[in-house]
C-alpha cells in the first residue's frame, strides 16, 4: 500500500498545477489528502470541482484573501502551527505520509518546514526553478532556495532543474518530463479556443509584490495599459492584492474610467485561459500564466527583468527586461505578432502521470535507498 500523498495548497496557482498531479494518484490509488492553508478564498472551491479531484480537503486555517503584507505576516504563522497539527492528525507516525509542496509560495515554505518539524518526507513539485538571483523576484526565488534545502524527493519539470537539484544533493530527484500546467491547460479545453479575435485586444493580469508594492512601478504599468488602450482594448484582471494597491494609488478610479479599459475580477481557470487563448497580446509577471501560455502559443510579454522558467523564452514569450523600446512601442510596433506558435499538445503520457507513477514506485518502497528505484524515474 503506497504512502498517503498529503498536497499542501495555499493559492489558485498552487491548486491549479496540483489538480492534474491528484487526480493522476486517484487514478493509481494513492490515498491523497488537500490540506489547504488559505491564502486564498476565493474559486477554490470551484477549481476542485472543475478538474474533478475527489481527495479529502482539510482546512489549516479559516480561508481569506491575504492581499497585505500585514495580512500575510499575521498569517503565517498560525498556518505554520496549524499545518503541523494537522499533518500530526493526519500521519501519527512520520512514516505514513509524504508531504508535497508545490512552486515558491509562503504556503511552499509552511508546508516544507512543518513536514520536516515532524519527521516527514518532503516531495517538492516544480523543483529546481530558479532565476539565478536570491532576491530577484522577491520573495520568490528565496523561498525557493529554502525548501531546495528541505526537499527529500525532488520533482524536476526540465533538464537544468535536475541538475540544480543534483548538486545541491538531493536524496531523490525526478525528472517528470515536463510541468503540470501542461495537463491542466488540456482538461480546461482552452486548446480549442487559440486564435486572436478582431477587434483585436490586449489582456494584463499582474499581481508580483515587485510590481504592485512599489509606487513608480505600479503607475509606470498603468501607463502602459493606457497607452496600448490607444490601439486595443484592454482586458485587465485584477488580483484582489492588484485592486486594494491601485486603489490605494488613486489609480484604480483612472482605469475604470477608461473607456477601453474592461476591469475584471479574478475569475474561474477556464474562463480565464479562454480570454488569453484569443488576445493578441498578453501582459503577465505571473510564472504559471508564463508556462500556460507557452503552452496555447499566445503572445506574451513576460513583465520581470528575469525569470525562472524557460517556458515559451525564444517562441513566443519575451521578457520585458529584454525590450530595450519599451512594452508599449515593442506591442504597438507589431512585435507581438512575430511571437505567436502553434498551441503545444500534450502526449499520451503527460508530467502529472509521470509524476504520479514516480510517487507509487517511490512512496511503495521500504527504507530510503535511493538506488532502489528502477525504471527510469529517477536520472
Known amino acids: 500500500m503506497p504512502k498517503r500523498s498529503i498536497f499542501v495548497i495555499g493559492t489558485r496557482a498552487q491548486l491549479i498545477k496540483v489538480a492534474p498531479v491528484v487526480v493522476a494518484c486517484e487514478r493509481r490509488g494513492i490515498p491523497c489528502v488537500l490540506l489547504m492553508t488559505g491564502q486564498h478564498k476565493e474559486t477554490m472551491d470551484d477549481l476542485i470541482e472543475e478538474f474533478g479531484v475527489e481527495a479529502r480537503r482539510v482546512d489549516a486555517t479559516t480561508p481569506a484573501e491575504h492581499a497585505t503584507v500585514v495580512s500575510l505576516a499575521r498569517w503565517l504563522p498560525q498556518a505554520y502551527t496549524n499545518v503541523k497539527g494537522r499533518l500530526r492528525e493526519l500521519a501519527p507516525t512520520a512514516a505514513e505520509a509524504v508531504v508535497l509542496v508545490h512552486g515558491d509560495t509562503l504556503s511552499t515554505f509552511v508546508g516544507a518546514l512543518a513536514a520536516k518539524r515532524c519527521r516527514m518526507d518532503v516531495v517538492h513539485l516544480e523543483s529546481g526553478l530558479t532565476s539565478g538571483a536570491l532576491l530577484d523576484p522577491f520573495p520568490e526565488e528565496f523561498l525557493r532556495r529554502l525548501v531546495f534545502r528541505m526537499t527529500d524527493i525532488a520533482m524536476c519539470p526540465n533538464d537544468a532543474a535536475e541538475a540544480y537539484m543534483r548538486r545541491l544533493g538531493v536524496r531523490r530527484v525526478v525528472h517528470t518530463g515536463g510541468n503540470s500546467i501542461v495537463d491542466a491547460v488540456a482538461l480546461s479545453?482552452?486548446?480549442?479556443?487559440?486564435?486572436?479575435?478582431d477587434?483585436?485586444?490586449?489582456?494584463a493580469s499582474l499581481h508580483r509584490f515587485q510590481n504592485i508594492y512599489h509606487k513608480g512601478r505600479l503607475r509606470q504599468i498603468v501607463e502602459i495599459i493606457e497607452r496600448l488602450s490607444q490601439r486595443f482594448t484592454i482586458h485587465f484582471v485584477l488580483h484582489p492584492a492588484t485592486r486594494d494597491r491601485l486603489q490605494?494609488?488613486?489609480l484604480l478610479d483612472r482605469l475604470e474610467q477608461h473607456e477601453r479599459i474592461v476591469l475584471h475580477p479574478r475569475m474561474g481557470y477556464g474562463a480565464f485561459l479562454r480570454l488569453a487563448a484569443q488576445a493578441s497580446c498578453v501582459l503577465t509577471d505571473g510564472g504559471s500564466n508564463q508556462e500556460e501560455l507557452a503552452v496555447l502559443g499566445v503572445p506574451t510579454v513576460v513583465m520581470r527583468t528575469r525569470t525562472e522558467r524557460p517556458d515559451g523564452l525564444g517562441r513566443n514569450a519575451v521578457l520585458e527586461g529584454d525590450l530595450p523600446e519599451?512594452?508599449?512601442?515593442?506591442?504597438?510596433?507589431?512585435?507581438?505578432?512575430?511571437?505567436?506558435?502553434?498551441?503545444?499538445?500534450p502526449g499520451a503520457e503527460g508530467p502529472s502521470e509521470k509524476i504520479a507513477g514516480a510517487l507509487l514506485r517511490l512512496c511503495?518502497?521500504?527504507?530510503?535507498?535511493?538506488?532502489?528505484?528502477?525504471?527510469?524515474f529517477l536520472h
Request: aromatic share 6%.
Open 189 to 197: 479545453g482552452a486548446l480549442t479556443d487559440c486564435g486572436s479575435t
Open 364 to 376: 511503495s518502497l521500504e527504507g530510503d535507498s535511493p538506488e532502489a528505484v528502477t525504471g527510469g
Open 326 to 345: 519599451g512594452v508599449a512601442s515593442f506591442i504597438l510596433g507589431g512585435g507581438y505578432e512575430r511571437l505567436r506558435t502553434l498551441p503545444v499538445c
Open 199 to 203: 477587434p483585436p485586444y490586449v489582456l
Open 248 to 250: 490605494q494609488e488613486g
